[in-house]
């Protein structure tokens, strides 16, 4: 598939650790072949979990109402209906009170049935979202190949719903954007202190395998940044005045 190659060759050029995630929504009740669906084995589980699972074991996951375990989710996702996603974030203390200012991004209730994670590398069904788990220098570097387009890259930062809503919905609508995961993601998707995350529209992977190819090229850049070592470095004074009495052996 064109995906996979497009997934080994944003792999190869930032040398990530995971491989990018395909994702795709079904509007209608289709399972797609040879994927885990967690109810089959007696287990729920969180779309940030859904997403490193398919990472860490190159298999795709699809999730339907059954197989969903966070709450939250399930109102970002029009699997449920509820007067407020901001009550779920008010009872854990993630907002101080219902005062708070706070947006909420779903998507429209009952518009999808099913939710496919996959190994971008290896998945069969063509994604509609791009998402990538990384560090700050190659997150920055697919800022830099985004933005060696014009524009510039969305981050509307929360830090409660980062991988299965703060990225991926803008994503969704066409737009590259950033988030900085939370407690959720760090929990249950296990993802590490330095991870980070970009989504971007499957049709912007061709534009970001170009950017990261060449943006900086001429400034000599690319990832990992070569670091600046052509200089002299300056000691303590204490160090200088000690080698002044040095004597040659």
């Known amino acids: 598939m064109e995906w996979n190659e497009k997934g080994k060759k944003i792999s190869e050029i930032l040398k990530l650790k995971t491989p990018p995630i395909g994702i795709k929504f079904f509007e209608e009740d289709f399972l797609p072949e040879d994927v885990f669906k967690p109810s089959k084995y007696g287990l729920k589980m969180a779309v940030c979990q859904a997403m490193s699972f398919a990472r860490f074991s190159g298999r795709s996951v699809a999730l339907k109402e059954e197989d969903f375990a ?17 009550e779920i974030f008010v ?4 907002l101080k009170d219902m005062d708070c200012d706070f947006k909420e991004e779903k998507l429209p209730p009952g518009k999808y ?5 996959g190994d971008l ?10 998402q990538i788990f990384a560090n700050p220098e190659q997150i920055g570097r697919l800022i830099q190949a985004k933005t060696y387009f014009g524009g510039v890259v969305k981050a509307i930062l929360t830090a409660k ?3 299965c809503a703060e990225a991926l ?12 995961p939370g407690a959720g993601d760090r929990v249950f ?13 499957y049709e912007w992977l061709d534009k970001i395998i170009e950017g990261l190819e060449n943006a900086g090229k001429r400034a000599n850049v690319s990832y990992p940044v070569q670091r600046f070592l052509f200089f002299t470095p300056k000691y303590p004074k ?10 040659k052996p």
């Open 70 to 86: 966070c709450p939250p989710a399930m109102l970002i996702y029009g699997l449920a209906v509820y007067d407020s996603l901001k």
């Open 91 to 94: 009872s854990a203390n993630w």
């Open 113 to 117: 049935k099913v939710f496919l994670f």
């Open 121 to 130: 590398t290896r998945m069969k069904e063509r994604p509609e979202v791009v």
């Open 161 to 163: 719903t980062a991988s």
């Open 169 to 180: 919905l803008p994503a969704l609508n066409g737009e590259v954007a950033v988030a900085i």
């Open 189 to 201: 998707g296990a993802l590490d202190e330095n991870e980070l995350v970009l989504a971007m529209p």
């Open 238 to 247: 204490t160090y200088r005045e000690i080698a002044e009495k040095f004597k």
